[in-house]
């Protein structure tokens, strides 16, 4: 059972010896965590990121608490000192950045080897490019007419096979290290189950994908009712307790950095005054949560007369599709374009989050000529408090097109949890700082 939870039983049975024999707590306590993060690496494939999740490196950490409470209260010996406790998370958490470094600087990104459509194929490739630890390498499309290589078909390389007989050859000679089937084509049950056969023994592994790609892996559990094996999707909205966690999170988190920024937020005002003639203060309608309008708070960035100027820049547009951008925007002013450049001139929307119309992650504010455009599907945004952040900020902002910015929304309001805020909030930081998006 040791196993199971990543933990090797070779390393467990040497934690449990070292303990007995009256090594230190904090020693002890190191050196399991230390041998649950690098055998959680080590088990899941110091090469393969995408068994690499956040998710399973808690489990494990979990797991080294729980076996140093239990060899502790056997010993007697219960922590004494916050030294020590402190100890056990900088061994976790230093052991953790060593072996991020290392499989940065020796490793490769995950190979995968796309079964589907050639239109699915350059989509997956696409989206997968933006993904640092993994990219698609070719593709193969089951074609019952012959065999050969596709060149004219944008994106990775294509082959055309038969039958799924063939994927393993093809894994192989791309070097695949994991062999993605998209539900698409409507394999049976049958055929994957012969695919796994055949890839037993070789470096890739299989992974079927499609039907539930907007369902986070949270809310998916699998069963086995009359010998077929179901995946059941819970629903979307989370729980009342995360509703009432995240509300009362945001308001005092967000009461706390308006407090924090004021001063700063001060020096901006006069800054945008000096700068140029016209308030500090830019008001906007913005729509929210199951469609109520609320005014959104920024510093202003534009001249004055930025509305009546944009009718003039109409052809410049190079907006996502549905909003309007420009590089370089001569409505913009210096101040201005100082204070987008570092996401300053949203610190204001901390207002909107204490007064209740925002949340500090959620989906981007929509303008109500947005909103009047919708359809059914884009509507799902408003289901949740819209953000200062979220997913659409920390994948690039106004880098993406409309289409993915929607998808974006949409995986955030279906599937967020308060672990999925954390991590969003601790991304949105290396954003800003590389600006990426920001313009």
């Not at 199951?290 to 534009?302: C, E, H, I």
Request: aromatic share 6%; charged share 20%.
């Amino acid at each position: 059972m040791l196993g199971s939870a990543g933990l090797p039983a070779g390393v467990a049975v040497s934690v449990l010896v070292a303990a007995f024999l009256h090594l230190s707590v904090a020693f002890t306590a190191a050196v399991l965590l230390t041998g649950v993060v690098v055998a959680h690496h080590d088990a899941d494939g110091f090469l393969r990121p995408h068994l690499r999740t956040p998710a399973r490196l808690l489990r494990d950490v979990a797991f080294a608490f729980a076996l140093v409470s239990c060899v502790l209260a056997l010993r007697g010996a219960p922590m004494r000192t916050d030294r020590e406790a402190l100890l056990l998370i900088v061994a976790g958490v230093g052991t953790e950045a060593v072996v991020t470094v290392l499989r940065g600087r020796f490793g490769r990104p995950l190979r995968c080897l796309v079964v589907a459509d050639p239109h699915t194929i350059s989509s997956i490739a696409g989206r997968w490019a933006t993904v640092g630890g993994a990219r698609v390498i070719g593709g193969l499309v089951v074609d019952r007419t012959g065999l050969g290589l596709g060149s004219a078909h944008p994106g990775p390389p294509l082959a055309h096979i038969r039958d799924l007989s063939e994927v393993r050859r093809w894994a192989q000679r791309w070097e695949a290290d994991l062999v993605l089937v998209h539900t698409g084509l409507g394999i049976a049950g049958k055929e994957l189950r012969r695919l796994c056969w055949q890839l037993e023994g070789s470096r890739a592994s299989l992974a079927v994908a499609g039907a539930l790609d907007h369902v986070a892996p949270h809310r998916l559990a699998s069963t086995v009712v009359a010998g077929c094996t179901l995946l059941h999707a819970r629903p979307g909205r989370p729980t009342p307790f995360t509703r009432v966690a995240k509300w009362t999170f945001d308001r005092l988190v967000g009461l706390f950095l308006l407090a924090l920024v004021a001063p700063v937020l001060g020096v901006l005002a006069l800054l945008i005054r000096a700068d140029s003639p016209g308030p500090a203060l830019f008001r906007q309608t913005r729509v929210g949560k199951d469609g109520r309008p609320f005014t959104l708070y920024k510093l202003r960035t534009m001249r004055s007369d930025a509305e009546a100027v944009r009718a003039l820049l109409v052809e410049e547009d190079e907006g996502n599709g549905r909003l309007f951008k420009i590089h370089d925007d001569p409505r913009v002013t210096r101040v201005g374009r100082l204070l987008r450049r570092a996401s300053l001139d949203e610190l204001p929307q901390l207002l909107n989050v204490v007064r209740g119309e925002m949340s500090l992650v959620g989906p981007r504010p929509a303008l109500p000529e947005e909103v009047a455009e919708y359809d059914a599907d884009e509507r799902r945004r408003l289901a949740v408090r819209p953000g200062i952040t979220g997913l659409w900020q920390v994948s690039g902002r106004s880098d993406l097109d409309w289409e993915r910015s929607v998808d974006l929304d949409l995986h955030y309001t279906d599937n967020h949890r308060l672990l999925d805020d954390a991590l969003i909030g601790a991304r949105t930081v290396g954003a800003v700082v590389g600006a990426r998006g920001a313009y």
